[in-house]
């Protein structure tokens, strides 16, 4: 959700505008609200002691029902200037109040039993703040809304907008917003009751909803905890969005550990309906989630869009996508006649049939660029070649998110962007390393810059080093890499030297030196990396670690900002 602010209308905005009150006065006043296509109402505002209402005319009515079909949900954001703070003995801290009605004729005594806004202005002494309260999808648009306070406020403007719950500082003035069963602001982001206003579950009619995270500086980590559930979160200068579905308690109280402060922005809002667009009557899904691939390895196939994968898509670097696929059976029907294409030794540029790959094994993680994507779809073209229903999916998929194009001839191109798979069958430890090592892939085939840097270090390693593991891709079954392919070398070796942290990749490959079909089939180039230590491996990849840390902040066995 973009920063609010009072000064800028987005388009999705719509704008009450109140003239400013003195909440201890009693009078009437214009309530216009502001509604593309619909003409300016006025309202009438009444007061009750310390309780000021504010009662929509049936056209602002009709106004906020259609707001809310069409959207879903909405929020009510009120701005308010303590003028003169009146505490007591039984009230200290000056409490004010403001909350939803929905019977007219008997608001008074409904109120008592509704859920309610409250803040303290005393800590404010005179300076503005805003609070946002959810409309209930159960209750639906109210008759109006009340404040309450036995201080002197002005009531500056308020806004019907999309629903949304957290906090944001990044404007001039801070903002506290709540879901539909209301809260105190009492220094944390309350999401227990923001399945009032947002789905709960994944569907294909629906979406939970979708958490952006802001920071004051791009410097240290920050903790978030979701009901005992924490994340660690590398700040950047970018925001950090996270999809309630990834979390195993979303609708609960965050808080913020061993933090003396916290973001300056914590918003849950709803999420793209554009990921709501599927293929092959509404079966498959077509939009990627945008997410950190730290959230992806622990992601529960109980909140996925579809039943054999689940789509993402790289938030920092677009046109990657992930494919995190049910089975190992499911993926090789995505990707196994893709691996023979692109990267088997004897296979390359060949379409296998059916028959031919009986038996015979792809990968468990995949990943492939634009380019290649685009050869292996025009030549099945050219051939009339019959693919199976996953790989036309695919090419749907990948056409979708302009990773290959297609012209009006069916000729087959290549956009932008690369394909990474992983299964869930992957027992969780390798589903890190598969992301790691993937992930790597995924920017090695997007960014010439890191090319280029593989490629200097590539050719300045111990050549002997290099045989050993040149080897091992030749002779290692599972593998089976054409090792007379330059890019694929370069780009597996960066792969391997980057899927672990620094501090095990000299015991990574003196362990891989030792496996018996090295022994075997590559003893003397093993042996060397056994006597040594594996150094070489190690200095090449802390070279590549300087790199990559330095110009995204990521490391060798992380290509995540989020960790739990």
Avoid at 481 to 504: C, I, T
Wanted: hydrophobic fraction near 40%; include cysteine.
């Amino acid at each position: 959700m973009q920063s609010l602010h009072f000064s800028k209308k987005t388009d999705f905005l719509l704008y009450f505008f109140l003239i400013p009150l003195l909440l201890s006065c009693t009078h009437k006043s214009a309530f216009v609200l502001d509604v593309p296509d619909f003409y300016p109402g006025e309202m009438l505002e009444s007061s009750s002691g310390d309780i000021r209402y504010f009662a929509f005319t049936s056209d602002q009515k009709g106004a906020l029902s259609n707001f809310f079909e069409k959207n879903g949900d909405a929020s009510l954001l009120i701005q308010i200037t303590p003028l003169k703070v009146r505490t007591s003995s039984a009230d200290p801290d000056a409490a004010f109040s403001f909350g939803f009605f929905y019977d007219s004729a008997n608001r008074k005594s409904e109120i008592q039993s509704l859920p309610v806004v409250t803040d303290y202005l005393k800590k404010y002494e005179g300076s503005s703040f805003a609070l946002a309260f959810c409309f209930s999808t159960e209750k639906g648009v109210p008759a109006g809304f009340f404040i309450k306070s036995s201080s002197k406020v002005s009531l500056d403007s308020a806004k019907i907008l999309r629903a949304f719950v957290g906090h944001d500082f990044s404007g001039e003035i801070p903002i506290f917003a709540f879901a539909p069963n209301g809260g105190t602001n009492n220094g944390t982001d309350d999401f227990r009751g923001a399945s009032l206003a947002f789905n709960s579950i994944n569907s294909r009619e629906g979406l939970m909803p979708t958490i952006t995270v802001k920071f004051s500086d791009a410097n240290g980590r920050q903790k978030l905890a979701f009901d005992g559930e924490v994340l660690y979160i590398r700040r950047t200068s970018e925001p950090v969005e996270i999809p309630t579905a990834a979390l195993k308690s979303p609708f609960s109280v965050v808080t913020y550990p061993d933090e003396e402060s916290y973001p300056v922005s914590v918003l849950l809002s709803a999420s793209d309906k554009n990921l709501l667009t599927f293929a092959q009557g509404k079966k498959n899904v077509l939009v990627p989630i945008k997410v950190d691939p730290g959230l992806i390895m622990k992601w529960s196939r109980n909140t996925w869009r579809g039943n054999d994968y689940e789509l993402f898509e790289w938030d920092r670097f677009p046109g990657v996508l992930f494919f995190d696929i049910s089975t190992y059976a499911v993926q090789d029907d995505f990707f196994r006649r893709l691996a023979f294409f692109v990267e088997k030794a004897g296979y390359k540029g060949r379409l296998l049939s059916d028959s031919e790959l009986k038996g015979k094994h792809g990968y468990n993680a995949h990943d492939y660029k634009a380019d290649d994507l685009a050869r292996f779809f025009e030549k099945a073209r050219l051939e009339n070649f019959p693919l199976n229903g996953k790989e036309l999916l695919l090419k749907e998929i990948l056409a979708y998110n302009g990773v290959i194009k297609i012209s009006s001839n069916g000729e087959v191109t290549a956009g932008l962007g690369a394909a990474i798979s992983i299964s869930q069958e992957s027992p969780a430890y390798l589903r890190t390393t598969f992301i790691a090592h993937e992930g790597w892939h995924g920017i090695f085939f997007i960014d010439e810059e890191f090319r280029n840097t593989v490629a200097s270090i590539y050719y300045t390693i111990d050549p002997q080093t290099l045989a050993y593991l040149r080897k091992y891709f030749q002779v290692t079954p599972t593998l089976n890499y054409d090792v007379r392919d330059d890019y694929l070398m370069k780009n597996e070796f960066m792969a391997y030297l980057l899927q672990q942290p620094l501090s095990s990749t000299a015991t990574y490959f003196v362990n891989m030196a030792k496996r018996e079909h090295s022994q075997q089939m590559a003893k003397r180039e093993a042996d060397y990396i056994i006597e040594t230590s594996g150094i070489g491996f190690e200095s090449a990849a802390t070279l590549l670690d300087e790199y990559v840390s330095d110009r995204w902040n990521l490391n060798a066995g992380r290509v995540w900002l989020i960790t739990r």
